[in-house]
């Protein structure tokens, strides 16, 4: 066989003498003799007959049935001695002279034949097991014909040509040639073909992500317009700070393009730096962690060492029941577990069965998702009101199965709770809102419910506003928190509010962040990183008032690098920990005002900001004495003349090349936490057996 993409139905007898090919053409078919450059049809039955029009119909149905001979030559052939298995479904009698026909067809896709090319064709030969020369040798020729429009789709349905055998050739072995022909077209025809697909679909693709695209951008246009006209409203501002802040805005816009001469920082020669070495408590609490088996009690261990160990355990994956039940034992003051993802409900109720829970001030139970609260909590941890009289913090982070219903019984048994965290918890409701707000109005400091998506925040709105002494408040990810919710929620609590989580509450605007500069003047930590609505005009805002930020995390928000200097001038000096990750303008502006006025800084993440130099960070390490750890994930511009020539050895460099990250995770948590912002108030403990 010649071509690639031939479908060959068996030997034939050598007195035939002639061929009969049909090529199907929609692409390139490699270096086959059959490739046609035009489509056409052209046919010759035998020397004596004369040439017949046919009319060629794109939409060939290869699984079609055979076109049935007239009885009347039916009829004649046989009492010429010639039967039916002599014959094939395309109308031509193998007896009779051999045949070529070459049929070719091309793509009515545009699309398809500009991507293939104007002249690429691809032929599939179907040979049906005919030999293309004749007994002497000789190759038959071929006479074509190419019809008119007018001659096109005129013909009857008889004259079709179907591609599919007729089922009388019993001397043709069919299956084992088309299983050949099948490997040879999956080989050639079929790769082009998918191709051509997948490039077709990507470009669909393509164009539908436009189209979202375009669509998103008028819908943002058109309800959530960016403010641009900040410099103009910059004017309005009030307050005592408003006139420095404008002049230090104007004299960081006249010094934007020398900027890079306000930072003077040469790297010194590289000294040879010792390792860390880890302290002793270090190495021992890492060989506890992998051998807890070997750990027989906790007593006499103080809570912050067992805080310490029971992390390490989570963060290794190492936790069991066996760690449990020693954290259980005897009267504990504190329990905290922060990963019980491997807890089931009934190691959880047979460990609470055998333990006293009188003198209990903390619990940690997050990621508890096997375990049913609704019935652990009324059957086992609250058994009675006034159970956990001395619960002051209780943290159920991630309990999927924790219903509003179950929050009754246990705020019955706890009524002196202080701070709980309900954090992703995905059955709480409005109505477990309305519960705390009216058992705990007086007493709750810190309230954690970000990203639990049964919340409404408008409807839950007047539940919060009843709570007296709210220090923090975290809705990180509420879909439904908008500025109006801010504004009330601030006018509200405002006054005693020290840590506002507004983090990933795509709905809010530079509304919000002025209601918190005008309400929010003791804010002390304030995340709102994620908020593509707020601009320049916003930061202005909590510059102008709030002067007393400790944390401040602005991650992936579109502020300029002249106001963020200017934020940084005018309220950064109190600042400890700043996450500027993501905001891709701050240059050397905003590193020149780090390092003048933010030297209290403990904790700095410059992660993709690439617009920082080697020269700016060397500047602001020199300068901000108190700086331990700084992040510079994605500053792929930063080199070794930093991590090297750097003065202030102290600063852990996290983010660049292979340096460990685990090991500067939880460095800046401070070794005893209970509350954030005030003591515990909790009663006296009835006894203190030296815990």
Known sequence: MESDHNLGFGEVPDHVSGTKRISVSEGSSGNSDTVIKKPRLSMKLNDDDQEEERVLKLEIDLNASTMEEEEEEEEEEEENGVGKCNQIGLGFDLNKPPVRELIDISSDDEKVDKMLGKESIVSLDLRLGINDEDDGGNSVGVERRSYSREEKGKAKVDDFFSLSLASQIPQVDVKQDIELGEARESSNGLKLLAAVTLEYHAENLKRERAFRIRRIREFEQKYHPKDDSWNAKLQNLSGSFSAELKAVID????????????????????????????????????????????????????????????????????????????????????????????????????????????????????????????????????????????????????????????????????????????????????????????????????????????????????????????????????????????????????????????????????????????????????????????????????????????????????????????????????????????????????AFALAKFSRKLVSLDLSWCRQVTDEALGFITDNCSSLKLLKIFGCTQITDTFVLGRANSQVHVVGRDSVSVLDHVKMLEPVEVLLHYSPLETPALPHNDGM
Request: hydrophobic share 40%; glycine share 4%; aromatic share 4%.
């Open 251 to 590: 004299r960081n816009r006249n010094t934007t393009q020398r900027g890079q001469e306000l930072i003077e920082w040469s790297a010194r020669s590289p000294e040879f730096q010792p390792r860390r070495v880890p302290s002793l408590l270090d190495l021992s609490l890492n060989v506890l962690s992998k051998n807890p088996d070997a750990i027989s009690s906790f007593e006499d261990v103080p809570d912050w060492l067992r805080r310490r160990l029971v992390n390490l355990l989570c963060d290794v994956h190492k936790m069991d029941i066996h760690m449990l039940e020693l954290l259980f034992g005897g009267s504990p003051t504190e329990i905290r577990v922060s990963n019980c993802s491997w807890m089931t409900e009934k190691q959880l109720v047979d460990v609470l069965k055998k333990s006293d829970l009188q003198n209990l001030r903390v619990l940690q139970l997050d990621s508890c998702g096997q375990c049913s609260f609704d019935d652990i909590i009324c059957n086992s941890l609250a058994l009675s009101p006034n159970s956990l009289a001395c619960l002051g913090i209780l943290s159920l982070r991630a309990a999927a199965r924790l219903s509003d219903h179950t929050l009754k019984h246990l705020l019955a048994s706890a009524p002196l709770l202080q701070s709980i965290n309900l954090g992703q918890s995905s059955l709480l409701t409005c109505d477990g809102i309305k519960i705390l707000a009216d058992s705990l109005k007086t007493n709750l400091k810190e309230l954690y419910i970000d990203q639990c998506p049964g919340i409404d925040a408008m409807r839950s709105l007047s539940s919060m506003m009843k709570f007296e002494h709210l220090e923090v408040l975290s809705v990180a990810e509420i879909s439904t928190v908008n500025d109006e919710f801010v504004t009330h929620i601030t006018r509200a609590c405002g006054r005693t509010l020290k840590e506002l989580n507004l983090a990933g509450c795509v709905m809010l605007t530079n509304g919000s962040l002025q209601a918190i500069g005008n309400f929010c003047s003791v804010l002390c930590s304030l995340n709102i990183s994620n908020l593509h609505y707020v601009t320049d005009l916003g930061l202005c805002y909590l510059a102008d008032g709030c002067r007393s930020l400790e944390s401040l995390n602005i991650t992936r928000d579109d502020f300029s690098d002249v106001v963020v200097a200017a934020f940084l001038e005018t309220s950064g000096r109190s600042l400890k920990e700043l996450s500027l990750n993501h905001v891709r303008k701050v240059s050397f502006n905003s």
